[in-house]
């Protein structure tokens, strides 16, 4: 028995060592100086700059070790870029050692001993990352939030975009996405250099993320803090990554009370029960107050609870409790969108179960038609077709509930919305273009890990091959940084117990979730139903 649990913890360590995402870490050494800011990649070798020591350090990709030293072109070197021969540089200062004298200036460097070969001011405030396409120069500026595509012959500003948060540091080029560094939020973001539109989001190694390099095949992130270089997984073949476990009791209570003169003559109650899913996984069974009637499977797949009462008095109130104990995950998508599959490749059963139309969509509307032609245009890949509809309702809606659900084409025309009617809007939309999408419903750890929540939430998935379902919240997107808006595209944080999924009306919960009722009454009888979730911590 000993031998067997021994070669089973070893055959574990082995799958765990092989697993891997991007922003996994798989070398790293520390740097020459203590002020660690540019990085680049020279074809075979790093360059490291320092912005106390002023020097340029060529280091070995192995061991870290220095190959050779250049002095830097002034006195606080900052992001460093190749172009195949030439090494170029930014400094912060304007050239001059002077106390909040930031001016960016870029100097062209013969990486054999240092000597300047061109110099160009820039419009950049504070320059703390640079890199190369192939024709132009990038650069990040951390006082402006800017990314700017820049000449570098003259250093004139090509196009520039917001950053994705509000403290970048690093940038790197890998042939097609620029990458960039935010110490803020301690991570890396992929971004699209025509839109600026964050696309992927790792991790950084470190709490002060600096300078990124890309040699070809990995990224490199140098961090001023741990003072060390880290060789990280650019891109994988995992879909997504989980972290942050956080466990709970999480109980949803539904009353029905009659406040009138005559009987409720018949309520039946209907609670939806979750189910394991990639964010989420049940600790025991869903327990009740009482037993229910049966269970029930709605017209789209959803087991419920069904309760049944008859001849409910004045003043007399049902209520029923669900609890579920469960663990909750952070997960975030890392969807390439090369490797997202063709339209031809939807499994079948999903486009004829998913596509479809439903009176809240009215996905044939012209309001609907008109929106979608303004949002993709002549787009063919799927990522950026349900991205750019997602971008379209950011720029084009915002949050407001007003009560009631209304159908897709009022709300697009009206210009705002709840979660739910973003929720509708957007799958709309992606049915239209042919990409199936379909809703979860939940309840929401609200603040403090103990709460409660009367609101819930609602939020669309979307199916994209090689990818599957993967969640888009349309409503949490409309933020004003690209980081953030990222952030609800493709990830879900560990707050969220789902226990809803349907593709519009259902027989069961109608276009509710969670919870639903259906009751008869006498006349003059007024019922009043609540729900509402409560929130409890497990102890590890």
Known sequence: MVRFIFSLIISLLIVLQAYSYPGKILNSFSTQGNFPTGLTYDGKNLWIADRKLDKLFQINTETGVIINEIPSPAYWPMGLAFDGENLWCVDIKGGIPMAENYKGILYKLNPKD???????????????????????????????DKIMQISPKDGTTIKEFSSPAGNPMGLCFDGEYLWVSDRGTDEIYMISPKTGSVIVTIDAPGN?????????????NVDWQTKKIYKLVKEDEERFVVSKPKSYKVTITHQTTNFGQGDIKSLDVYFAIGDKRENQDLIGNTEFSEPPKDYVTDNWGQNTAHFEYRNIKSGESKEIVMTNKLTLYDIRYFIF???????NEIPLDIKNKYLTNDEKYQITHPVI?????????????MYWIARNIYDYLIDNMYYEMQGGWNIAPTVLERGNGSCSEYTFVY??????????ARYVGSVVVRGDDTSMDDVFHRWAEIYLPNYGWVPVDPSGGDQDWPKAQADYFGHLNNRFFISTQSGGGSNLLEWTYN?????????????VVE??????PLEE
């Not at 729900?531 to 409890?536: G, K, V």
Request: aromatic content about 16%; proline content about 4%; overall charge negative.
């Open 515 to 527: 919870t639903n009722e259906f009751y008869t009454t006498d006349p003059k009888t007024f019922v």
């Open 114 to 144: 240092g000597s300047i070969l061109h110099k160009a001011e820039l419009s950049c405030v504070k320059p703390t990352g640079l890199t190369y396409d192939g024709e132009y120069l990038w650069v990040v500026d951390e006082a402006l």
């Open 208 to 220: 002060y993320a600096f300078g990124l390099a890309f040699d070809g095949n990995y990224l490199w």
């Open 427 to 436: 799958i709309a939309m992606c049915r239209a273009a042919g990409i199936p």
């Open 369 to 381: 038609a008109d929106a979608l032609q303004k949002a993709i245009g002549n787009e063919t890949n």
């Open 337 to 343: 969108p090369d490797k997202v599959g063709s339209f």
């Open 531 to 536: 729900y509402f979730a409560d929130w409890e």
